[in-house]
């Protein structure tokens, strides 16, 4: 035996792998979700901020949207007032003008042709409340001549032309064509006068008046029984197409507007001998007015035409049917511009043509027609090249008088518009604006703001003026926050953990934070697109009432000038000399809204070194003392002003008038509240909220203090919240028991009057009472200053009136 054992060597085999560390794999998946967590964290932040954009951006939508619609309901009730009171006054003027002997016709014009039509409106109503007449008939009963009446037609040509003014506009067209078909033969002219330059629309209120006020004669049939007949076939074939009262109104202009040029070249003036007048009838009878213009300067540009349209119609054609072709060739005002050329043109006038057509047009259209005489006729002879001369040298007397008024008068307003055509305009302008914003949506942007603190004005994207009436670019609070849906400081900057249940667990809390962030991403990206439609309408309604609201504030401005210096000159009449007419006195002063009288005042002591107020303290005695001049303080003191006074008068001295400090604190706006403390603060070096909390107590103070925040969610309403808010105010003592004052100050004081009558609405489904009634069983200042909140500001103050009238 030797000295060796004799156990086998094993070899080592260098291919065999270590055991992996089970950590290292953990740690390795760790860090690559992780990462794939950190490229999701970009866009979803971007897409919180985005949806952050949009909600705070609909939220001041909301709160301007309400603010506007106070504002232009205030603006509409103003204008509807300042009309009402013009009219009022022109109803009186003219009543003046006509009573007596004799008739003052230069006030009489100048009301009945220095006004737009709304006005004489307006006037016509009143005046036939007041006084049993209508402004057609007190016009026909002021101006006869002795020579019209034993010819049968009573009118003079004044009389006739204010008529044409006063009268409504289908009594009007259908005497017109009355007068063109009655009697020996008919007029053309007039009809086609009629036929070719008034809408389908009133035409067929032509037909309908005729036939109501004419023995149930059919005027299209009336119409077809004088026109056409022998030596006139196609003129009557022309007048048929004309009283199917089916013209195109489109405005639409045709593509084919040289073919159709060439059409009717070919059936003219083309051809060697005739005229197809099929041709033209198919083509220009029924054709709108663009159309129409758009032929013609096609025609004008053909190469194998050497006159115009117009000359080769007049070449070729004759007659009715020349009349009443040219008529659809020239714009309606140049046409009109024809007519009045024409009827000072060679022997005598046409009174009757000229009273006809200033008459039935409005002052702006005699204002357009002026111009685009003088513009078509520069070259004629003097004074055929000037309308105003023209007419000076035709005319006389109260006619040439009410004519150049009419030219050279300005309306109350300062413009010659329709207030018919605002909501046309404004819809016009709010589609538009829409337009803009849905091409010009920038999701960068919204990114980018959606990032910053986001208070201060609305800002819209890509928009460079938001407004078009100052004052609304004003700070709002931003009150939404992006939201932290992950932990991420867990989620990324935690330790690696030192053993694998830890780290199997971070690789699930991380996998399950790569989904929520996905799904985070995929919803607030899908809550952007679907919140950009009321983005845009939101957007739209805030310009349709911008501009409307623009609109009223610059008639009310204009109107209010014009009132206020005929009624300061008023005021003045009544308090002249010896005694005082205090019956006219008081009809003025108490028929003017608060605005007026504040300009009357203001130009009053411009002219006559007095206040108002002062006039009233030194004319006003008697009856008149104490309660209306304190009435008058209220009126004739700006609201602001009067605000901060009300506030004062309400704290000062012995004792506090509750019910006037719960007015003030709970029924103005954010706004008013603001400029009422600025004023109060500088008169009385103290705050309003400290005097507020000085005089008051309890859960009273803190309610009205919260109403002085000024922070009222204007304009912000939401059903589903409302019916949550109404469960928690019934829980919080609104349905009996313990009072929960923090909740009722939670909802109540930030609601907005839309809120609140939501919330009002789900309490009484709820639980079958108003919240009037829920509330009536609270006592003293607190169940006073709820129902404050509670009425929205109309019926509170008619509740109040109520009250005062019945000595409550």
Not at 1 to 11: D, Q
Not at 512 to 522: V, Y
Not at 562 to 588: M, N, P, Q, Y
Request: some cysteine.
């Amino acid at each position: 035996m030797g000295c060796f054992s004799s156990t086998e060597v094993v070899p080592i085999d260098e291919d065999v792998p270590e055991p992996i560390d089970p950590m290292v794999a953990l740690r390795e998946e760790i860090e690559r979700l992780r990462g794939e967590l950190r490229g999701e964290l970009p866009p979803m932040r971007a897409s919180a901020c985005k949806w952050r954009y949009m909600c705070t951006t609909l939220d001041k939508l909301r709160t301007l949207n309400a603010h506007f619609g106070y504002d232009l309901a205030n603006a509409m009730d103003m204008h509807a007032a300042l009309m009402y009171h013009i009219a009022e006054q022109d109803a009186l003027d003219l009543r003046e003008a006509s009573d007596g002997v004799g008739t003052d016709e230069e006030k009489m014009g100048k009301v009945i042709l220095g006004r737009l039509r709304e006005n004489i409106i307006l006037t016509d109503q009143i005046y036939q409340e007041r006084y049993g007449r209508s402004l057609e008939d007190l016009v026909r009963g002021e101006n006869e001549t002795i020579l019209g009446m034993l010819g049968g037609d009573s009118l003079s040509h004044f009389g006739r032309f204010l008529t044409y003014r006063t009268m409504s506009h289908p009594k009007r067209d259908a005497l017109l064509v009355r007068r063109a078909v009655s009697g020996w033969g008919c007029a053309d002219f007039i009809l086609i006068e009629v036929l070719s330059t008034r809408t389908n629309d009133e035409l067929k209120a032509a037909a309908a008046f005729y036939a109501e006020n004419f023995e149930d004669e059919d005027m299209v049939e009336r119409i077809k029984s004088e026109t056409g007949g022998w030596g006139k076939k196609w003129y009557g074939k022309w007048i048929d197409t004309l009283v199917e009262f089916d013209r195109d109104e489109s405005g639409a202009i045709p593509d084919d507007a040289a073919d159709l040029a060439k059409q009717l070249y070919d059936a003219g003036a083309g051809k060697w001998t005739g005229t197809e007048e099929q041709v033209f009838l198919d083509i220009l009878c029924k054709a709108g007015e663009p159309a129409c213009m758009a032929i013609v300067a096609a025609y004008d540009e053909l190469e194998d035409s050497k006159r115009t349209l117009i000359e080769d119609v007049e070449k070729e054609m004759s007659g009715d049917l020349e009349f009443a072709v040219l008529a659809r060739c020239r714009p309606r005002v140049d046409f009109f511009a024809y007519r009045i050329y024409k009827a000072c043109k060679g022997f005598g006038t046409d009174e009757e043509c000229i009273c006809r057509v200033l008459g039935c047009l409005d002052n702006g259209e005699v204002v357009n027609l002026e111009g685009r005489y003088n513009d078509i006729y520069k070259d004629e002879d003097e004074p055929y090249n000037d309308f105003k001369a023209l007419l000076q040298s035709e005319l006389s007397g109260s006619l040439l008088d009410g004519i150049l008024h009419l030219l050279e008068s300005t309306p109350p307003k300062l413009h010659w518009e329709s207030k018919d055509v605002y909501p046309v305009k404004a819809v016009a302008e709010a589609d538009g604006f829409r337009h803009h914003l849905e091409s010009n949506f920038d999701e960068e942007k919204a990114e980018l703001l959606g990032g910053t603190d986001m208070h201060g004005p609305l800002k819209l994207l890509n928009v460079d003026s938001h407004f078009l009436c100052e004052g609304y670019d004003y700070h709002m609070d931003c009150n939404r926050e992006i939201e932290e849906v992950l932990d991420t400081a867990h989620l990324l900057d935690s330790p690696l953990p030192d053993e694998p249940q830890g780290a199997k667990s971070l690789i699930a809390d991380l996998e399950g934070g790569i989904t929520t962030a996905k799904q985070e991403t995929e919803k607030n990206l899908a809550a952007c697109e679907g919140s950009k439609a009321m983005y845009y309408d939101h957007s739209r309604d805030m310009r349709h009432n911008d501009h409307l609201l623009r609109q009223h504030i610059g008639d009310n401005d204009a109107m209010l000038e014009f009132c206020a210096s005929r009624d300061a000159d008023a005021v003045h009449e009544a308090v002249e000399g010896w005694g005082t007419d205090e019956d006219k006195l008081i009809r003025i002063l108490c028929s003017l809204t608060k605005a007026q009288l504040v300009r009357v005042d203001q130009i009053y002591a411009e002219r006559y070194g007095q206040s108002l107020r002062e006039v009233c303290d030194g004319e006003l005695g008697g009856f008149f003392e104490g309660s209306f001049k304190y009435f008058m303080k209220c009126v004739l003191t700006p609201a602001a002003e009067l605000d901060a006074e009300l506030l004062v008068e309400s704290m000062k001295g012995l004792g506090t008038n509750d019910e006037l400090l719960t007015e003030i604190c709970c029924t103005r706006s954010n706004r008013e509240l603001e400029a009422a403390k600025a004023i109060f603060a500088e008169r009385e070096g103290k705050s309003a909220d400290e005097w507020v909390e000085g005089d008051t107590s309890g859960f009273y103070t803190t309610f009205l203090l919260r109403c002085l925040r000024a922070k009222r969610q204007e304009g912000l309403c939401d059903e589903d919240l409302a019916k949550r808010q109404a469960t928690k105010l019934h829980d919080a003592g609104f349905g009996g028991g313990d009072v929960d004052e923090a909740v009722i100050l939670r909802t109540m004081v930030p609601a907005s009057e839309e809120q609140v009558k939501l919330i009002d609405q789900a309490y009484q489904e709820a639980y079958g009472k108003t919240l009037i009634e829920a509330i009536e069983d609270m006592g003293g200042d607190m169940k006073r200053a709820l129902v404050a909140r509670v009425r929205d500001r109309v019926t509170y103050y008619a509740t109040v009136l109520n009250n005062a009238f019945s000595g409550i």
